[in-house]
């Protein structure tokens, strides 16, 4: 936003805040304001005030096991053409190719 906008956050007026939305199935990322502040984006012309501790959700990175992701895959008419793995297995990446 600072170099597409034209706005002057502070990067270091703020804290990454990820939490685990185990019901949803997601890591939910938020900056977390550390002090009461304006920022301004000369682009919109337009200027924002932000509370000590409030928070701009800037993200939500969904957790799918394989079992989801076949099935997503087929509901949308893609089918799952390659998985790959971290060395843990906790991770993958998967190739849909559409049907």
């Known amino acids: 936003m600072n170099r597409e906008l034209g706005?002057?956050?502070?990067?270091?007026?703020?804290?990454?805040?990820?939490?685990?939305?185990e019901a949803e199935s997601r890591i939910e990322i938020h900056l977390e304001s550390l002090q009461t502040q304006t920022v301004l984006l000369?682009?919109?012309?337009?200027?924002?005030?932000?509370?000590?501790?409030?928070?701009?959700?800037?993200?939500?990175?969904?957790?799918?096991?394989?079992?989801?992701?076949?099935?997503?895959?087929?509901?949308?008419?893609?089918?799952c053409e390659r998985t790959w793995f971290d060395r843990a297995q906790r991770f993958s990446s998967n190739l849909l190719l559409a049907v």
């Open 42 to 79: 000369r682009e919109l012309e337009l200027s924002v005030e932000l509370a000590a501790c409030e928070l701009i959700h800037t993200e939500n990175s969904y957790k799918y096991d394989l079992t989801d992701i076949a099935r997503l895959s087929h509901e949308t008419g893609f089918v």
């Open 7 to 21: 706005a002057d956050f502070d990067l270091r007026a703020f804290r990454h805040n990820a939490v685990y939305n």
